[in-house]
């Protein structure tokens, strides 16, 4: 009986896999997908093709459509392979952009898969992405950005095109100003650092039963409250979206707010415009570094695990250490000099900052949405 069972269910998917394959596009409908939901380098896509036409339908991948409400203009749907609405879309959608989750049918001629990718960094990522041949285009930075991107993917390259990120757009153009409007400070530092344990389990970088970052603790917040209290400065701390931890649990700081991931969705604030809005970064091996590059404005990276990171997952080049144009963090007092160094105005990395901006950035202009848009001849 079971037998008999799996064999239909393997017909049944059979047939659907053929279905998808060969019922025709819809040429005015397009599919986004981002961790979270709508936001990365599909979010500034949609929202100027929203802006500039009336051409489209769109269909978002979310994590709960049920949050969202459909309209004439946009579908929510959840991704999966055995609900009618995803099978549906991703099957009748003419352009699918994606920057986490391969969205769309494999091989499907009739229809564009651009994976619009989600950074630039020198992290050692081979193995832990889809097979390439999936994506019809692949966009990056650049040419030396597509050059890392085929070390980590071998064959992306004859399927990439550099484009630059529209994300990158946000950090250019932005003419918001959220947090400033309710945080009064001199300066805005936002530290961003990159997961030590994916929320999955699917890749572990370091210790397996530790969600713990060597500064990110009481004692450590504590003094660095106290040094951004005295310069009149604040810092927002968010973990990445694929870190293991649902709640920031902390106690109150006068000059810190730290956030999960889905505590920042909720607050309804897009990380970019946040960015757009801050003095300073405090990262890591986090690829937002590059994108930060494009502002001018102080970078420091804490470093403090470096060699276990090191050891874990590693790097895609001998000496990344180099290419990380700023101070580099290694205690409470290294984090501290820098807080201070930017309250007052010291920055002594800008020459390496331009040289890592020019090495990584085919594109400064912030138009990196409409250049996307024009190449795949959606405008």
Not at 182 to 191: A, D, G, R, S, Y
Request: with cysteine; hydrophobic share 35%.
């Amino acid at each position: 009986m079971k037998s008999l069972v799996s064999k239909i269910k393997t017909i049944i998917f059979n047939l659907v896999k053929c279905w998808q394959k060969l019922t025709p596009v819809k040429q005015n409908m397009v599919l986004f997908e981002s961790v979270g939901d709508m936001c990365d380098n599909s979010y500034p896509v949609f929202e100027y093709l929203l802006k500039n036409t009336n051409k489209y339908r769109f269909v978002w991948v979310v994590g709960d459509p049920l949050k969202y409400k459909n309209t004439k203009t946009v579908k929510y749907i959840s991704f999966s392979n055995r609900k009618p609405s995803s099978i549906y879309y991703q099957a009748k959608a003419k352009y699918c952009f994606y920057t986490h989750e391969p969205c769309g049918v494999e091989g499907k001629r009739s229809q564009e898969r651009i994976y619009l990718t989600h950074g630039f960094s020198y992290k050692n990522t081979k193995g832990r992405f889809w097979n390439v041949d999936f994506n019809s285009a692949v966009v990056r930075l650049s040419d030396y950005h597509r050059k890392f991107g085929d070390m980590c993917n071998p064959g992306e390259m004859e399927l990439s095109v550099s484009l630059g990120y529209p994300r990158n757009d946000v950090l250019l153009n932005n003419e918001k100003a959220t947090i400033r409007k309710n945080i009064k400070c001199e300066k805005l530092f936002v530290w961003l650092p990159t997961y030590r344990t994916h929320r999955n389990n699917s890749t572990i970088y370091v210790d397996k039963d530790s969600n713990e970052f060597n500064l990110i603790n009481h004692n450590s917040l504590a003094k660095l409250n106290e040094v951004l209290k005295n310069g009149n400065s604040y810092l927002v701390v968010k973990y990445h979206p694929a870190q293991k931890l649902e709640k920031a649990d902390f106690e109150n700081f006068t000059n810190i707010k730290i956030y999960s991931n889905d505590e920042f969705s909720q607050t309804g604030m897009k990380l970019y415009e946040l960015l757009a809005e801050s003095d300073a970064l405090i990262t890591d091996f986090s690829s937002v570094y590059a994108d930060y590059l494009l502002t001018d404005k102080p970078i420091a990276f804490e470093l403090s695990d470096y060699e276990k990171y090191k050891e874990g997952g590693g790097f895609i080049i001998d000496d990344p250490l180099e290419h990380l144009p700023g101070r580099f963090i290694f205690s409470v007092a290294d984090f501290s000099d820098f807080i201070n160094d930017v309250i007052a105005g010291r920055d002594e990395y800008r020459v390496e900052r331009e040289r890592e901006r020019n090495l990584i950035h085919k594109y400064k202009d912030g138009n990196s949405a409409e250049r996307v848009l024009e190449y795949f001849k959606l405008l």
